[in-house]
Structure formats: C-alpha cells, structure tokens
C-alpha cells in the first residue's frame, strides 16, 4: 500500500532544517520510522543511547540497534550499512573509512579500512608523457578508484558487537530492496550527478531518472540488494570473493580500471594504535596514520593550549587569527611529511612534541599574518568533498565514531555493473605529483606518493573526547581537508568558548590549510571580523559549506549515565536519534 499524505520542508527563525517529510506509508519500519514517511531531528536526548548520522534513516536504523539491546558498535555497523543504500553519495561499501572507539572497559580503539592503490597502481598513473598531471583520471571513472575497504572494516568493527552481523545488515537489505523515499536535496545532488553517472558507467546506473528525481521519489536498489545478501550470507568473502569480486573485476575491464581478484582478495582492515593526547585535562583520542586526522588535531591543539584562546572570546580577531595561524602550520607538515607509515616514515613524535610545536609558533605575530611562503615545513629532530560521519554511544558506555568516505561525491561516479554500488575515487588523495592539488587543493610529496598496495593520506578525523577518563564528545565531519580544522573548532567551541554541542557545531566555519594561503569561510562569517582579518593581510574567498558535524555529548554524575544528547548538523538532512 502506498498513500501520499504530504510533502513539506520547514526552517525555524535560525534558518535550521526542522523539516517534516511525511510521504508515503508502507509495511517495513525501524522502530517507529518508516522509509516512507520520517522527519528530521537536528537534536535528541535520552539514557540509553543515541545515534547521529548524514540520514534520518541510518540514524534510526542504528537507533533500533541499541533498542534492540545492542551496543554502539552494533548502531555504528548497522548505520553505516543503512547509510551506503539512504546516501549514496558518500555511505559506501565500495570506499572506506575509519573508526575511533572508546569502550566501556577502557580500551582506546582505532581501525583503518581505508582503501589501498591496487596491485598495478605506479607512481606516475596520473601524469602524461610530458609529467602532465591527468587529474580527470585520478578523479573520476575507473582508474580513480581503490580498493574498497568498508566491508572489511564492518567485519573487523564486529567482533566489539553483540547482535549477529545478519540482524545488522538486514535493515539495510530492505532498505535497498523495497526502497526509500528521497528528500529535496537527495534528488538535486542525484539529478546534479546525472551526467556524470552517464559519462563514468558502461551500463546506466539506477541514480540517472528519466526526467530527474524529485523530493517523495522512491530509490530502490535491487542489484545493490543482491550484493549486501551476498555479504550476509558469506561474511567479507561474500564482497572480496564471489559473485561480487567477480563484478567489480569485469566492470574494471569494460572501463579500464585496473583492480583485480587479488587485490580484493589481499585487502584487510587494520586496527591500529589510536593518537591519544592530553589537552587541558581532557584526553582527546584520534585516528593515527594513514589519518592526518588525529596529528593535525593533536598539532592545531597544543599549538593553542598554553595561549589563553578562551579569554580571546568566540570569533574574535585574536582568537581567529591564531586559530588560522596553528592551521596553516600544521597543514604545511601535512604536505611534507604524512602518509602511510606501513610505508614510509612519518616522524609523528617529532611532530607532536612539545618542544617542536612550541619553535613552530616562535614567528607568530599577533595581528600579523605570517605568509604561507615563509612557513616551510617545520625542521624536524632525527627521530627513531564527500565523506560522511556518524556517532553513536550507548549505555554500556562505549562511544564510538566514524568516518567514512567515498571521495568526492558518489565517489569515482562508477556503479560497478550488476552489483549496485558505486566506487570511490579514492586515489586522487595521493599526491599524483608533487606540489600538483588534488581536489581539496591540498598538496602533497613523497611520503603520500603511488606505491602499490598503499594507503593514501586521509584527513578523517573521527574523535572521542573523554572526561575523567569516561567518553564525553564524539565528533566527527566530512569535508575533505577542511575536516580537521571543523573538528578543531567544534572542540574549542565547546571546550574553550563554553558552547552548547549545537552551536559548536552550526556557528560558521573557517579554513586554512597552508596553500593556496587563503582563508575559506562559510557565508555566514561575520562580515566585521573578515574585515579585522582583512587589516592583518588575510586574504578570503567563500566556500559553500564547511563540513555537517555530527556530535554527541554524554553527561554524568559520577559514574552514571544522565544523559546522551544527539546533534545533527543544520548544514544537510543530518538526523540526530536518543531515547
Ligand atoms: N577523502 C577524503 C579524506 O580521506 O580525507
């Protein structure tokens, strides 16, 4: 039974989404929420758990997984399964992602099922006989893509998890075979894709409507069904192996890709030691290499701790100048010296030390700003735009956060034929020549070149703050290389200027990241504090948006639980669920 009751989006006086969505009315629910008819929380509070995700639909869907008695590990693999049918331009299981844990036992935990350059992957694939950079290559198509990832990672994440991997992914199954309806901006970001999808595909994928989409359209996925049936009934074999290898090999061949059996069957996610630093009292704990993430973070940190930036006060010149100023220079060491230390070194003790980031800051000039041409890459000691974000906690008391990613958006634009998912474009994160921008502008050298089997440098941040040494912030955003800095400041937001997790994360956003040696600014940065920028010699230039920050918040009282508060960003259809 289908029924249309109505179809209207809604802002409040702050130009926030509150929208409503009631469409259509059908049989399959998760908990209370159909995919038919659901509406869009920016914030939920609650005891026993909560979920916030790029969808209403992922978020309910990880929701019905704590009230199912899971935890939020179970929430964290059932959402992002939910999200790479509700989302495709950036859920996935054809990229990948990292995940940061802290669980109700203590244990910091990091994986990294970020994808790999495959086995023929060579350092020069992106440039022409001349040394011409052929970014369109590393962008879009076939060639751009690595070897996914995310199944790998969902398989590793469960072994934290309760509830049996069939239950998780089934929500996701359905979701895919009995479709969902689509919001306003879902059917603009499709029909913006539609020529893309028909440039990049050799058989026309199901994201390309006659006639476009529009918000109410139901997107059902069967092919993309099949693939997840295929994944529950087989575990990570039924992805890397099988039927599904098989698609993915043959639709490399149609468009010339180069990923074969092997590389899928060698791809393994990688738990890893997460960056745990200390900043003011609060243990922060990030994603470590072949995450910028969690170094950037740890650097843009310390680089303010000892400055007084709360008495600044919020968006004022000298809390703003500083904060661009710590950015820029912790990118400028980005460029240099990060990668995948499986294979190259990264000094991240020298990058993170104190003595280190304190030199860094020597020629900081208050009201002045320092030229990224005079900010080379740090002189170190010798030493031994789409992604998506969800987080979760429950209450076990394990928090966990994740980010993953396609790319760009809808990735590589690749629909592997027969299959249903799209692949990322994940390759064009390396640095395909040195000093050439990738598509954030973000440029790279050695330690982020082409070798086989690696993985390229990701600015994923997904972070767990812990108070007392018990979770208290989840954070994490898309945003290619704006994510660190959207983290940065969400974090000093709350922290240093006091804010509640929803203004932390929907007051404007800014962005340096060393070159191009400009600040990106939302366009609502205050106009008078551009120009105070302006006067110290900051150069501007708008950007859309900056990121869609999802935050979580738990309160306490001594060991107990009271509270688990939800934000979902204003920037997107962003869904925050607690009960
Ligand atoms: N693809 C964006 C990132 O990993 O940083």
Same mark, same amino acid.
């Given at each position: 039974?289908k029924?249309t009751?109505?179809?209207?989006?809604?802002?409040?006086?702050? !130009?926030m989404?509150?929208?409503?969505l009631?469409?259509?009315?059908q *049989?399959t629910?998760f908990?209370?929420? *159909?995919?038919?008819q659901?509406?869009?929380?920016?914030?939920?509070?609650?005891k026993?758990?909560?979920?916030s995700?790029?969808?209403? +639909?992922?978020s309910?869907?990880g929701?019905?997984m704590?009230?199912?008695?899971?935890n939020?590990?179970?929430?964290?693999?059932?959402?992002q399964?939910?999200?790479?049918?509700?989302?495709?331009?950036?859920g996935?299981i054809?990229?990948?992602?990292?995940?940061?844990?802290h669980?109700?036992?203590?244990?910091?935990?990091?994986?990294?099922?970020?994808?790999r350059?495959?086995?023929?992957?060579?350092?020069?694939?992106?440039?022409?006989?001349?040394?011409?950079?052929?970014?369109?290559l590393?962008?879009?198509?076939?060639l751009?893509s690595?070897?996914?990832?995310?199944? /790998?990672?969902?398989f590793?994440?469960?072994?934290y998890?309760?509830?049996?991997?069939?239950k998780?992914?089934e929500?996701a199954?359905k979701?895919?075979?009995?479709?969902f309806?689509?919001?306003?901006?879902?059917a603009?970001?499709?029909? !913006?894709?539609?020529p893309?999808f028909?440039k990049?595909?050799?058989q026309t994928?199901?994201?390309?409507?006659?006639g476009g989409w529009?918000?109410?359209?139901?997107?059902i996925q069967?092919?993309l069904?099949?693939?997840?049936k #295929?994944?529950?009934d087989n575990?990570?074999k039924?992805?890397?192996e099988g039927e599904?290898?098989?698609?993915?090999?043959?639709?490399?061949?149609?468009?010339?890709?180069i990923?074969?059996?092997?590389?899928?069957?060698?791809?393994e996610?990688?738990?890893?030691?997460?960056v745990?630093f200390d900043?003011k009292g609060?243990t922060?704990?990030?994603?470590p290499?072949?995450?910028?993430?969690?170094?950037?973070?740890?650097?843009?940190?310390?680089?303010v701790?000892?400055r007084?930036?709360?008495t600044?006060?919020?968006?004022?010149?000298e809390?703003?100048?500083?904060?661009?100023?710590?950015?820029r220079r912790?990118?400028a060491?980005?460029?240099?010296?990060?990668?995948?230390?499986d294979?190259?070194?990264?000094?991240?003790?020298?990058l993170a030390?104190?003595?280190?980031?304190?030199?860094?800051?020597?020629?900081?000039?208050?009201?002045?700003a320092?030229? *990224?041409?005079?900010v080379k890459?740090g002189?170190?000691?010798?030493?031994?735009d789409e992604?998506?974000? +969800?987080?979760?906690?429950?209450?076990?008391?394990?928090?966990?956060s994740?980010?993953?990613?396609?790319?760009?958006g809808?990735?590589s634009?690749?629909?592997?034929?027969g299959? !249903?998912?799209?692949?990322?474009?994940?390759m064009?994160?390396?640095?395909?020549?040195?000093?050439?921008?990738?598509?954030?502008?973000?440029v790279?050298?050695?330690?982020?070149?082409?070798?086989?089997?690696? #993985?390229m440098?990701?600015?994923?941040?997904?972070?767990?703050?812990?108070k007392?040494?018990?979770?208290w912030?989840v954070?994490?955003?898309p945003?290619?290389?704006t994510?660190?800095?959207?983290?940065?400041q969400?974090?000093?937001?709350?922290?240093?200027?006091?804010?509640? /997790?929803?203004? /932390?994360?929907?007051?404007?956003?800014?962005?340096h990241?060393? +070159?191009?040696?400009?600040?990106?600014?939302?366009?609502?940065?205050?106009?008078t504090?551009q120009?105070?920028?302006?006067a110290?010699?900051?150069?501007?230039t708008?950007?859309?948006?900056?990121?869609?920050?999802?935050?979580?918040s738990?309160?306490?009282?001594?060991?107990?639980?009271?509270?688990i508060?939800?934000?979902?960003?204003?920037?997107?259809?962003?869904?925050?669920?607690a009960?």
């Amino acid at each position: 039974m289908k029924i249309t009751i109505n179809n209207k989006f809604l802002f409040n006086a702050k !130009g926030m989404y509150t929208g409503i969505l009631f469409l259509v009315l059908q *049989s399959t629910t998760f908990g209370q929420v *159909s995919p038919f008819q659901y509406s869009i929380n920016k914030q939920a509070t609650g005891k026993q758990g909560a979920v916030s995700s790029a969808h209403p +639909l992922a978020s309910e869907v990880g929701l019905d997984m704590l009230k199912q008695g899971g935890n939020a590990f179970d929430a964290a693999i059932a959402t992002q399964l939910a999200l790479a049918v509700v989302y495709p331009g950036a859920g996935n299981i054809g990229g990948g992602g990292f995940l940061v844990a802290h669980t109700t036992d203590g244990k910091s935990i990091a994986i990294d099922y970020r994808e790999r350059a495959p086995g023929r992957a060579t350092r020069d694939m992106y440039l022409d006989k001349e040394g011409n950079p052929l970014l369109n290559l590393s962008q879009h198509g076939h060639l751009a893509s690595g070897v996914p990832g995310t199944v /790998a990672g969902l398989f590793s994440t469960h072994k934290y998890a309760k509830l049996d991997f069939v239950k998780l992914i089934e929500p996701a199954i359905k979701l895919a075979e009995e479709g969902f309806v689509i919001t306003a901006s879902e059917a603009r970001s499709l029909n !913006g894709s539609a020529p893309s999808f028909i440039k990049y595909n050799t058989q026309t994928p199901v994201f390309v409507k006659s006639g476009g989409w529009k918000a109410g359209d139901t997107l059902i996925q069967k092919e993309l069904a099949v693939t997840l049936k #295929r994944i529950r009934d087989n575990g990570a074999k039924g992805f890397y192996e099988g039927e599904t290898a098989r698609l993915v090999v043959e639709e490399m061949k149609r468009g010339g890709g180069i990923i074969n059996f092997e590389d899928l069957k060698k791809y393994e996610a990688a738990e890893r030691a997460p960056v745990v630093f200390d900043y003011k009292g609060y243990t922060v704990i990030g994603m470590p290499m072949p995450s910028s993430g969690g170094l950037l973070m740890q650097q843009m940190m310390k680089m303010v701790e000892d400055r007084q930036i709360g008495t600044m006060g919020f968006h004022s010149p000298e809390a703003v100048q500083l904060m661009i100023e710590v950015e820029r220079r912790a990118y400028a060491d980005r460029a240099e010296f990060m990668g995948d230390k499986d294979f190259v070194k990264v000094p991240v003790k020298s990058l993170a030390s104190d003595s280190y980031l304190k030199e860094r800051m020597s020629d900081f000039i208050p009201g002045k700003a320092t030229p *990224s041409a005079m900010v080379k890459p740090g002189n170190l000691q010798a030493e031994s735009d789409e992604t998506t974000h +969800l987080s979760v906690a429950d209450r076990y008391g394990n928090a966990v956060s994740v980010t993953t990613t396609l790319n760009g958006g809808y990735g590589s634009k690749t629909v592997v034929g027969g299959a !249903g998912f799209l692949l990322n474009n994940e390759m064009d994160d390396f640095s395909v020549k040195p000093g050439v921008p990738n598509m954030f502008g973000a440029v790279g050298k050695e330690a982020n070149a082409i070798q086989p089997g690696k #993985r390229m440098l990701s600015s994923m941040t997904p972070t767990i703050v812990l108070k007392k040494r018990k979770p208290w912030l989840v954070v994490g955003t898309p945003g290619g290389t704006t994510i660190p800095t959207s983290v940065f400041q969400t974090l000093l937001n709350i922290i240093e200027f006091k804010q509640s /997790a929803l203004d /932390a994360v929907n007051n404007p956003k800014f962005h340096h990241q060393w +070159l191009p040696d400009q600040v990106m600014v939302e366009q609502d940065f205050p106009k008078t504090l551009q120009q105070s920028l302006e006067a110290m010699g900051y150069k501007f230039t708008n950007r859309g948006q900056i990121g869609r920050t999802e935050v979580i918040s738990i309160t306490r009282e001594g060991k107990k639980i009271t509270a688990i508060e939800a934000v979902a960003d204003k920037r997107g259809d962003d869904h925050a669920s607690a009960y």
